[in-house]
């Protein structure tokens, strides 16, 4: 061979051995560890916003009382949004840094939305808390020296102002409308005329009431528009968006570093073929494997987000179901089946303590003549003062449940001695006997009282069934004693003797004064 094909064999070696060391250096230049870590990134970062997303829902239905977990995921947010923007420079075209600042953009405006929903869903919730204890507080005093004050049409006016005003309320907490709004308006407007018959500080509880009924107002329609704009700010489009572009550019890169690979197998030789078909197939596998995956991942996230939607739907209606078994619709108060409960339990804390526990049955007298010249309506309305003023005069850990008809039960704890529960007996014969009228109607009623107690231990081994049994044979012999009073369980115990003590009837006269 002379010395210029030597040259010409020589360069051609350089020349392959070049192209070699491009071809090899093309297809190992791709980072897929980093071009994962990058979709991962973008994974979680969709899953925080669905969380976001719960928590805003959560804290719209007040099922969570702070605001922490609104705030919660942003500062991880952040940090996945500058991984994100970083990887960036693995992309080509302005495509994918569009998409970024419009998710971005997106995200910035939730964030202030969710700022603005923070501050009025605060105004509109302590609204929502106050209006319904603070009604009620009202309509008592309406019964009391306010209302003895003022002409009887007047303060029927009043509340019946307050009724629809509680009911409207609530009701557009749930579903606002322009019409109920004007409604609740006129209601306003009605208070702030009939309270100018009261004395000023009737008026100032008027203006606290209006105050915090418009906040509601104001405030429920404008959270609903900060809800719907928060929907549609199209952050988890925007993400969708940046995702598909990520994996398009991904896939271009990994499509190049193909053709380079398949060029370096072709040089290779024959034999490299049948290796490059198989790279190829296992190549497609795992895109098409990638492809399914992801769309198991949104198929995952949208059934996560479902089962917490309906989560949270079911709970808030088994507390619904859990207080309408427990309570009595009338009265609010507690019903048969689950005073039964709290007395049981009552007697096992009596019997680790050693302390006393004393049950009161008692049935109106007079209540029958009611219905029968007012009706049932009058009746329901006495049923409900009832269960107020006794309520108002027991305390905070006392138990008090309708138990049927115009019967009702009260349960003591820790009554030091006879006299104790006697003057709570005598206290809800006041309340019962101070009732004088029920929707403009005048009634008079009063109470037949029975009192069974049990000490310490004696009260489990009776069991809590026995125990309303003796109160309730009580308060038949004080309704065979001339009604109106109260009388005492012949089995009744007392902290003052560690064994059974008798205690003969106490007739209205006896203890009452009647």
């Known amino acids: 061979m002379s010395a210029r094909g030597r040259i010409a064999v020589i360069l051609m070696l350089i020349l392959l051995a070049v192209l070699l060391g491009f071809l090899f250096n093309r297809t190992t230049a791709v980072d897929l560890g980093a071009q994962n870590r990058v979709m ?88 929502l808390v106050y209006l319904p204890p603070a009604i009620t507080d009202f309509k008592t005093d309406l019964n009391g020296i306010e209302g003895a004050l003022v002409p009887a049409r007047t303060v029927l006016a009043l509340d019946g102002a307050l009724n629809a005003l509680l009911a409207d309320i609530l009701r557009f907490n749930l ?34 009431l209006l105050r915090h009924a418009r906040a509601v107002l104001r405030y429920r329609p404008l959270e609903r528009a900060i809800d719907v704009a928060i929907r549609s700010t199209g952050s988890t489009e925007s993400m969708d968006r940046l995702g598909r572009l990520f994996n398009n550019q991904f ?17 290779s030789g024959v034999l490299l073929l049948l290796l490059i078909y198989v790279a190829r197939r296992l190549v497609r596998s795992y895109r098409i494997i990638g492809v399914v995956n992801q769309r198991l991942r949104g198929a995952n996230e949208t059934l996560e987000m479902r089962v917490a939607e309906r989560t949270a739907e079911l709970k808030a209606q088994s507390l619904q ?41 008692f049935d ?95 009260g489990a081994v009776r069991g809590g069934a026995t125990l309303l049994a003796e109160a309730d044979q009580a308060m038949y012999c004080a309704k065979q004693a001339g ?22 009837p106490y007739p209205a006269s006896a203890e009452t004064g009647a």
Not at 329 to 355: H, K, S
Not at 483 to 504: H, I, M, N, P, Y
Request: hydrophobic letters at 45%; proline letters at 2%; a neutral charge.
């Open 40 to 127: 991962l990134n973008l994974r979680e970062l969709e899953k925080l916003d669905a969380e976001w997303n719960v928590n805003i829902l959560r804290s719209r239905l007040g099922l969570d009382t702070g605001y922490e977990a609104l705030a919660a995921p942003l500062p991880r947010i952040r940090q996945l949004q500058a991984s994100l923007h970083d990887a960036l420079s693995m992309t080509r075209g302005l495509a994918a840094p569009q998409a970024f600042e419009q998710m971005n953009a997106a995200l910035r405006e939730k964030e202030r939305l969710v700022e603005q929903f923070k501050l009025g869903n605060a105004v509109l919730r302590e609204a």
């Open 175 to 208: 579903a606002p409308d322009i019409a109920l709004a004007l409604q609740i308006e006129n209601t306003l407007g009605t208070m702030l005329i009939q309270a100018a018959a009261f004395s000023p500080a009737a008026g100032e509880k008027v203006g606290l």
């Open 251 to 267: 896939d271009e890169v990994l499509l190049q570093k193909q053709r380079y690979r398949s060029w370096l197998f072709a040089y």
């Open 321 to 361: 179901l859990e207080k309408l078994a427990h309570h009595d619709g009338l009265t609010g108060l507690v019903n048969y089946a689950y005073f039964i409960r709290m007395l049981d339990q009552a007697l096992v804390r009596a019997a680790r303590r050693g302390t006393t526990v004393v049950v009161m049955f």
């Open 364 to 458: 109106l007298d007079g209540f029958k003549a009611v219905n029968d010249t007012f009706g049932h309506g009058t009746g329901d309305l006495v049923l409900q003062a009832v269960a107020r003023r006794v309520r108002d005069k027991l305390r905070a850990e006392d138990g008090l449940a309708r138990i049927g008809g115009d019967e009702f039960v009260i349960l003591l704890e820790e009554v030091g001695t006879r006299e104790g529960a006697t003057r709570v007996a005598q206290q809800t014969l006041d309340q019962i006997c101070g009732i004088t009228e029920a929707g403009g109607n005048p009634v008079a009623i009063s109470a037949s009282i029975g009192i069974s107690s049990a000490h310490g231990r004696s």
């Open 483 to 504: 009604k109106a009073g109260f009388c005492l369980s012949e089995r009744a115990e007392w902290r003052a003797s560690a064994s059974l003590q008798t205690a003969a």
